[in-house]
């Protein structure tokens, strides 16, 4: 989607207009990087995002259905 949309939390249009499923759109991440970014900011997500994504995954019932095997993972 677009920047004026970030704070949607509805999933992506775009990825549901290419074939993902809602799960899938909906638990999408965005990052937006530029050339003013520095190497220390890129360390900073690279360090961080990695441990959100697994708090979220530990509260996702979808995430939880995906690991027990009642899901197929589907991209």
């Known amino acids: 989607g677009s920047a004026c949309t970030s704070g949607s939390l509805d999933p992506s249009h775009v990825l549901l207009a290419i074939g993902r499923v809602h799960d899938v759109a909906h638990g999408s991440l965005r990052l937006s990087l ?8 890129i360390d900073h997500i690279l360090k961080v995002v990695p441990q ?3 708090y979220l995954r530990s ?6 259905d995906l690991q027990e095997g009642k899901r197929q993972y589907i991209l």
């Open 34 to 41: 530029c050339e003013y970014n520095t190497d220390e900011e």
């Open 52 to 54: 959100v994504v697994q």
């Open 59 to 64: 509260m996702s019932p979808v995430w939880r």
